[in-house]
């Protein structure tokens, strides 16, 4: 199992950033996908899932309304479209395979910094 996390970077509140996850060595479309992220000095919070075929999303409360999970099965990609950024997003964010309770492999994760 290989996540790659991709996208990260450093913007000003209000802005937005894409980020990716190229997954690959298991059957991408088989299997329900995560957003994960860590602030410093804090522990994990789930931000987002979606399930194998993109009908079942769930969000955080802190992000909801401002992020958007999608899932591309042809290209073993998953997206975190992230709009209206604050500085409490920032964090590392994981690409994780599996829902909260039953992810069982994470990537290395991208960086986002939300500051002015």
């Known amino acids: 199992v290989q996540l790659v996390e991709s996208g990260g970077g450093l913007v000003q509140p209000g802005g937005s950033l894409r980020l990716s996850c190229a997954a690959s060595?298991?059957?991408?479309?088989?299997?329900?996908m995560s957003w994960v992220r860590q602030a410093p000095g804090k522990g994990p919070e789930w931000v987002s899932a979606i399930n194998t075929g993109g009908g079942n999303i769930d969000y955080a409360d802190s992000v909801k309304g401002r992020f958007t999970i999608s899932r591309d099965n042809a290209k073993n990609t998953l997206y975190l479209q992230m709009n209206s950024l604050k500085p409490e997003d920032t964090a590392l964010y994981y690409c994780?395979?599996?829902?909260?309770?039953?992810?069982?492999?994470w990537g290395q994760g991208t960086q986002v910094a939300v500051s002015s």
């Open positions: 060595g298991f059957i991408f479309s088989s299997y329900d």
């Open positions: 994780a395979r599996g829902r909260e309770g039953d992810s069982d492999s």
